[in-house]
């Protein structure tokens, strides 16, 4: 199994602010990574797709970046709505894996 | 715009099994995957596998023994079915429409609690 580990686990940042968080994996998916937003009592919702590619209806704030092992995920200036949980996930082979999650609150 | 929605049994006692369905609407079940993704209360996101419209599966390898996935293409259903549970297996499922191109989930249902007690 294709092993995703997320750093940070939490973070803690304010509205306007820019952040990022990492993806790692534990072996080449290519660009086979995705991104999704979870707020609580909610579906996870598609941000990024094939590593970089904007979902369609997400705001341009959103991007992510990488190949290989390493992806990022940036907000460029944070809205109230951002605070959520992030996660990654490789869809390069199976079984399809998830990073363990990123909280993302508001400071 | 497709729609998915979860249902089943709420509530499952420990060594019985859970069987969950996921209806889809606005869109046929034909040239896609379907995948069940389940998350424990408080914890992240496990894939359970996924079925194509041919009938062919995968499984997590964790789960591959007691995990049945199937179609109903008359009904536009996907169907789970998790034998011999126990208190680990009580989560909120859901089904995903999974990117015929890149495997991202796009589509998701809104998440069914399935809890395992006695």
């Known amino acids: 199994d294709i092993q995703m580990t997320q750093s940070p686990s939490s973070l803690s940042a304010s509205v306007g602010d820019r952040v990022t968080i990492t993806c790692r994996a534990s072996?080449?998916?290519?660009?086979?990574l995705n991104w999704y937003q979870q707020k609580p009592g909610k579906a996870p919702k598609l941000l990024i797709y094939?590593?970089?590619s904007l979902q369609s209806g997400v705001p341009s704030r959103f991007s992510g970046r990488g190949s290989g092992t390493d992806f990022t995920l940036t907000i460029s200036s944070l809205q109230p709505e951002d605070f959520a949980t992030y996660y990654c996930?490789?869809?390069?082979?199976?079984?399809?894996?998830f990073g363990q999650g990123t909280k993302l609150a508001i400071k | 715009q497709v729609q998915l929605q979860e249902s089943g049994p709420g509530l499952v006692k420990p060594s019985e099994t859970l069987s969950l369905t996921c209806t889809v609407s606005?869109?046929?079940?034909?040239?896609?995957?379907w995948n069940w993704i389940r998350q424990p209360p408080g914890k992240g996101l496990e894939w359970i596998g996924h079925?194509?419209?041919?009938?062919?599966?995968s499984y997590n390898p964790s789960l591959k023994s007691r995990v049945t996935i199937s179609l109903d293409t008359s009904k536009n259903q996907v169907s789970l079915k998790l034998s011999s549970v126990t208190a680990a297996d009580t989560a909120v499922y859901y089904c995903?429409?999974?990117?015929?191109?890149?495997?991202?989930?796009?589509?998701w249902g809104q998440g069914t609690l399935g809890t395992v007690s006695s």
């Open positions: 072996q080449s998916v290519s660009t086979y």
């Open positions: 996930q490789q869809s390069y082979s199976s079984p399809r894996t």
């Open positions: 079925i194509y419209y041919s009938g062919s599966t």
């Open positions: 094939a590593a970089s």
């Open positions: 995903a429409r999974e990117d015929r191109i890149g495997g991202s989930y796009p589509n």
């Open positions: 606005g869109g046929s079940i034909t040239s896609y995957y």
